[in-house]
């Protein structure tokens, strides 16, 4: 059982940054891959990033490639998801997620484990 909390949300104008953070009880976090999903609001929720176990591998979705870094702390059983050059169209609810899958990474369906979401606005 994993419990997941996010953090680091809030209202930034378009071009700022936040760093969300999600952190995970129980001493199994570093057995599982981690990823970030958001739902913004009247449509469906996708893939941002995700991150293998040992933090060896990333993932992105296109629309924040360049933007968004995925990282983790397996020591604090905490991961990460730095957001520069924020967009309004960046505005969601952000869900960090675990795995056990590294070959699903992308598909929300495959995640067995998730937080309860922060709120990130963007601005114009």
């Known amino acids: 059982q994993v419990q997941l909390v996010e953090s680091g949300g809030g209202l930034v104008q378009a071009g700022g940054s936040l760093r969300l953070s999600c952190e995970a009880s129980?001493?199994?976090?570093?057995?599982?891959?981690m990823g970030w999903f958001r739902q913004a609001p009247g449509k469906e929720r996708e893939f941002v990033a995700a991150?293998?176990?040992?933090?060896?591998?990333?993932h992105y979705a296109d629309p924040v490639k360049g933007r968004f870094t995925i990282s983790r702390d397996n020591a604090k059983n905490t991961q990460y998801l730095q957001m520069n050059s924020l967009k309004p169209e960046d505005t969601a609810v952000y869900y960090c997620?675990?795995?056990?899958?590294?070959?699903?990474?992308?598909?929300?369906?495959?995640?067995?484990?998730w937080g309860q979401g922060t709120q990130v606005t963007v601005s114009s």
């Open positions: 997620a675990a795995n056990s899958d590294y070959w699903s990474l992308r598909s929300g369906s495959t995640y067995a484990y």
């Open positions: 129980g001493r199994t976090f570093s057995s599982y891959h």
């Open positions: 991150i293998s176990s040992t933090g060896g591998n990333t």
